[in-house]
């Protein structure tokens, strides 16, 4: 006689948000000091899990960017390039210091800003931008042995950096710490959806004692972007966002003296071929396209699998998906969390739509969602065709296309028919067969059985209309530097 086992379930394990102390209103960070903003313009910034107010933060406008701008002249010209790289090195290894003794806290203001599970932020954002601190300050002072030559070893000057809100935190570290390792100063520009952790990076900076200047943060929308972009007085400008906004600033930088650098949209491919390990080929597939709610430029979106075990993998995946939890992000059980705006969830919704008036046919996880918050329900679908827009437009929401091929040659044929190029996963028991593949997938980062893995020591990027410069790497060190 067998015994009946009970059924386990999940007990609400909330991480805690004693730590964390949110102010009521924010200020600009300008030249080493906290100030207000001209027009004295604020926007608020919402919990995207409950739709509440967490804090008031400064609008900037063109006003605000030029101080900002001349800020950073001043502390480049004054302090930072005349600075050791063995000093400018002891900065930095503060502020990853820093990052690391306040983890929890800029974990869980990560999560409450941008509706990301607390595991994602804790486990992945704040670990991986601490550790590009603690790796580019390691190469501050190794650059001419590193770049062939002291020769080639001048930073540019200011530089100005704008960041979205899929990864405020780390893609803010990426582009700081290499930036502060070369010699550079920066004027830094968050989302508008997700300030908090920027402004909390820019008190950790006050605390490490940076000279005042070295590192600026603006905060304000779309417009304040578009005034740094703008601004005369920048000699670099590194943008990660859509491909729409990187079109618009490369159009406004034609033939202006500065770098430019943009890491933007994608819609990458995925393919699993016969002999994959298909148990392991699905939880890679679960880890690209619903990471961090799919709000991922190089989210996995695009799912091309062998037609001989096409079937046996859509089933494995329905499976799959009905295990995910959705809900409290601030939940240590919580897989899939908020969509970060109303403007987004609403995107994906007009884009799932779409798909299902094409033809195709949506299988989605069954859960309920609270009536406040921006919810989507993990989500795939089959009988996909590649000319439908969910196969070719980029959703940024965790929504899956799947699509079957019969010849290797055809399964990168198809990966490649799109105007994206930032990264690609293919999963094979043949080392052959994947190399073969990875080879001659036009994406600037490719995976192998496994996918989502950075470190800041290679360097990540794209092609086509995924952008071009690379960050992370010595490649990515090259790209603040004259």
Same mark, same amino acid.
């Given at each position: 006689m067998s015994a009946?086992?009970?059924?386990?379930?999940?007990?609400p394990s909330l991480e805690s948000t004693a730590p964390l102390q949110i102010l009521e209103r924010y200020g600009l960070f300008i030249g080493g000091e906290w100030i207000q903003p001209a027009a004295g313009g604020s926007f608020a910034t919402v919990n995207p899990a409950t739709e509440e107010v967490l804090a008031k933060v400064a609008f900037a406008d063109a006003t605000d960017v030029d101080r900002a701008v001349r800020a950073a002249r001043r502390g480049y010209e004054k302090y930072w390039r005349k600075l050791r790289p063995a000093e400018r090195a002891k900065y930095i290894f503060r502020i990853a210091r820093a990052l690391t003794e306040r983890s929890r806290e800029l974990a869980v203001l990560?999560?409450?800003?941008?509706?990301?599970?607390?595991?994602?932020s804790r486990d992945f954002d704040v670990p991986q931008a601490s550790a590009h601190f603690f790796y580019h300050a390691g190469w501050a002072d190794k650059l001419a042995w590193a770049l062939a030559g002291p020769e080639r070893v001048h930073p540019l000057g200011v530089v100005g950096a704008i960041v979205p809100w899929n990864f405020p935190l780390l893609i803010a570290a990426w582009k700081l710490a290499p930036a502060l390792a070369c010699g550079n100063t920066v004027v830094l520009k968050p989302a508008e959806t997700t300030p908090l952790t920027a402004l909390l990076l820019a008190e950790i900076c006050a605390e490490a004692e940076l000279p005042p200047g070295v590192v600026n943060v603006i905060t304000g929308d779309g417009r304040t972007g578009a005034a740094l972009v703008e601004h005369g007085g920048l000699d670099k400008i590194s943008f990660t966002g859509s491909t729409e906004v990187g079109k618009a600033i490369r159009r406004e930088t034609a033939g202006k003296p500065l770098r430019l650098s943009l890491e933007l949209g994608g819609k990458s491919a995925l393919i699993v071929y016969e002999d994959a390990a298909l148990d392991q080929a699905v939880e890679g597939i679960v880890e690209a396209i619903y990471f961090n709610q799919g709000h991922v430029c190089c989210a996995g979106s695009r799912l091309l699998v062998a037609e001989s075990v096409y079937e046996d993998v859509v089933e494995r995946l329905r499976a799959r998906i009905a295990t995910l939890r959705h809900g409290n992000p601030l939940d240590k059980n919580t897989d899939i969390g908020a969509i970060n705006s109303r403007a987004q969830r609403d995107k994906i919704r007009e884009l799932v739509t779409s798909g299902v008036e094409e033809g195709a046919t949506l299988i989605q996880a069954s859960c309920a969602f609270p009536e406040r918050g921006f919810w989507f329900p993990a989500s795939f679908f089959t009988n996909v065709q590649p000319s439908y827009r969910i196969a070719r437009e980029e959703i940024f929401g965790p929504v899956l296309s799947v699509m079957s091929f019969r010849t290797p040659?055809?399964?990168?044929?198809?990966?490649?028919?799109?105007?994206? !190029? *930032?990264s690609a996963g293919v999963w094979s028991g043949s080392g052959a067969l994947a190399m073969y593949t990875a080879a001659r997938l036009a994406a600037g980062v490719v995976w192998c059985n496994t996918f989502n893995r950075f470190d800041p020591s290679s360097p990540f990027g794209g092609y086509k209309e995924s952008g071009f410069g690379r960050e992370g790497g010595l490649l !990515? *060190?090259?790209?603040?530097?004259?």
């Open positions: 009946v086992l009970p059924e386990f379930g999940y007990s990560e999560t409450l800003d941008g509706g990301k599970p607390i595991r994602e040659d055809e399964a990168i044929e198809r990966a490649n028919n799109l105007p994206y !190029g *930032l !990515g *060190l090259r790209e603040y530097l004259s």
